[in-house]
């Protein structure tokens, strides 16, 4: 069983309308959950991406924690597994976010690294590695 914080819900299903699968990580994460046990909490200051969410793991069949608000105020509410953050592309964003959390024995995986991550890159964090897909996957290991 694992706990997963994701930062960012399902932005559409209309993959023209934005970017194909944008935000979908969390049917992964939820069907994982669903058949090996945990938690997904999953945070956004957008109602209707929220709302896409939550259709998904009915239809899927997963259990979802939603939040609605900006995921700082709720990031070290407890002890997660997994941090996924996925929100907008604001370093500053990221660098608190990841800030808040970095004390954690967990994994930190953040996506379009290259671009959200750009402040955190500069701290270099040890047992991170970057892998070269999209705009960077980066997997942060913080665990002991």
Known sequence: PIKV????AIESFEGMRWRMGSGWSDMIWGEYIRDHGGELTVVDIN??????????ACKLGYEINTI???AIEYIDAQDYDIYYLDGSNDPDE???QY???KHTSSIVIIDDYNIKGT???KIKPQNTVVHDVFEGVAVIDLRD
């Open 94 to 96: 990221t660098l608190n």
């Open 99 to 101: 800030n808040k959390i």
């Open 5 to 8: 914080f994701q930062v960012g």
């Open 119 to 121: 402040l955190i890159d």
């Open 68 to 70: 609605y608000g900006d």
């Open 47 to 56: 109602i209707n991406h929220l709302g896409h969410s939550t259709l998904a």
